[in-house]
């Protein structure tokens, strides 16, 4: 889906018309960290995908636009607490809002978009929707301890990664496409094949996310190239690298790692380069894109359900 499509354009300027609605306090320092992070140039995927899953189906309400944007107060949580988590001081090109505003700000702030989230869910009144969310939180909150429990982990395997990945950053996709076709009135298989779908997209996006971090441009990443590295995080070129390089190959992946990536990320690239760790990555991305597409074959056509076959499609693609 082209962010410059008449649907993306309506349903964007719809969600941004909520959000400011909905985010409200009489403590001025809300507004301005949580706006930090919100403005900051994110592709609103997550709440896109729930207002085309429910458009898919034939619903184009308010209800739908404000459980989208209590998906989007979910995840801009998340990016508050993992800057901090990660000491993180850019992020799409700009300061972070630890960085601004301090540790404990940050933190608050996502907290209070958590809580605020959950107020616009009772204010839909859905009853499925608040499980779905409830399982949703609580497993991105497991994958991210998950997560930080596997630094430095060079033992990590494929399986393993892909549990991982499919906690902390699939688990919200899958559950704004559910959304979406609960508040359309979907049925359950409908709903189950939406959820697949979410899940399919999000573990392709994390997988071209932490291939960029090796192949991507910091001009277009909005970070600096080889930050998973010096965080020590073990993504799925790395897994690829270790399992199949020379011990001599194995051996500089460790030190770069186990040294926080100091001195070794050119050396490590070129290993994946040599190892094709990059291009099988990729390629796990596109299978996971072709299930996806598949997922919603059963979707009555519409100009809505070409635009989730194209966000799929430009999920392989994309550089930031």
């Not at 959000?19 to 900051?40: F, K, M, N, Y």
């Not at 301090?102 to 204010?123: E, H, K, P, W």
């Amino acid at each position: 889906m082209n962010a410059s499509s008449p649907i993306a354009i309506d349903f964007l300027a719809r969600l941004n018309d909520e959000v400011s609605t909905q985010l409200v306090s009489q403590v001025p320092l809300v507004g301005e960290v949580a706006r930090h992070t919100i403005d900051s140039g994110g592709k609103r995927l997550r709440p896109i995908i729930l207002l085309l899953s429910a458009a898919s189906l034939g619903y184009q309400e308010r209800r739908a636009i404000q459980l989208a944007t209590a998906i989007e107060f979910v995840h801009t949580a998340t990016l508050l607490h993992d800057d901090v988590v990660d000491s993180s001081t850019i992020r799409r090109g700009l300061p972070t809002a630890n960085e601004c505003f301090g540790n404990a700000a940050a933190v608050l702030v996502g907290d209070f978009l958590y809580s605020r989230a959950f107020q616009i869910m009772v204010d839909v009144g859905e009853g499925e929707v608040f499980r779905i969310m409830a399982d949703a939180t609580n497993d991105i909150s497991e994958g991210e301890v998950l997560q930080l429990s596997n630094v430095k982990n060079v033992e990590l395997t494929v399986s393993s990664y892909f549990e991982m990945i499919r906690a902390k950053t699939s688990r919200l996709f899958e559950a704004a496409a559910m959304l979406g076709g609960i508040v359309a009135g979907g049925g359950k298989e409908i709903i189950a094949d939406l959820g697949c779908y979410g899940t399919h997209i999000g573990t392709a996006f994390q997988i071209v996310d932490d291939i960029l971090d090796y192949d991507g441009a910091e001009s277009d990443i909005g970070k600096k190239p080889g930050d998973d590295l010096a965080e020590g995080k073990i993504t799925l070129p790395v897994i690829h690298a270790l399992e199949n390089g020379s011990k001599e190959d194995v051996a500089v992946i460790r030190e770069a790692i186990l040294t926080d990536g100091a001195s070794g990320f050119s050396g490590v690239v070129d290993i994946f380069r040599k190892l094709d760790s990059l291009d099988y990555s990729r390629e796990l991305a596109r299978m996971e894109v072709e299930l996806a597409q598949q997922s919603i074959s059963s979707l009555p056509q519409s100009s809505f359900k070409d635009c989730m076959m194209e966000l799929a499609r430009n999920s392989l693609s994309r550089i930031n």
